[in-house]
């Protein structure tokens, strides 16, 4: 992507290779939940089909505070 790029190589060696580490972390969760997920997915059970529905039921979004940049 930035092969030729003297600013990214200097960040890269500045602050590592964040973009592949988020990369490798994204697959490694998708792993993850791919294996947890499976029992589920074979059994035919739906999550959140066994309670009523209402405004606030379930996952919900929030923001998150960046974390502390490394020294």
Do not use: C, K
């Not at 490694?28 to 997920?37: A, D, F, N």
């Amino acid at each position: 992507m930035f092969q030729d790029s003297p600013i990214y190589d200097r960040l890269i060696t500045e602050r590592g290779d964040v973009p592949a580490q988020v990369r490798r972390e994204a697959e490694r969760v998708s792993r993850e939940m791919e294996l947890v997920m499976r029992p589920l997915q074979s059994s035919g059970y739906t999550p959140g089909l066994d309670r009523p529905q209402s405004p606030g039921n379930g996952w919900q979004r929030t923001a998150l505070l960046p974390a502390p940049r490394p020294h």
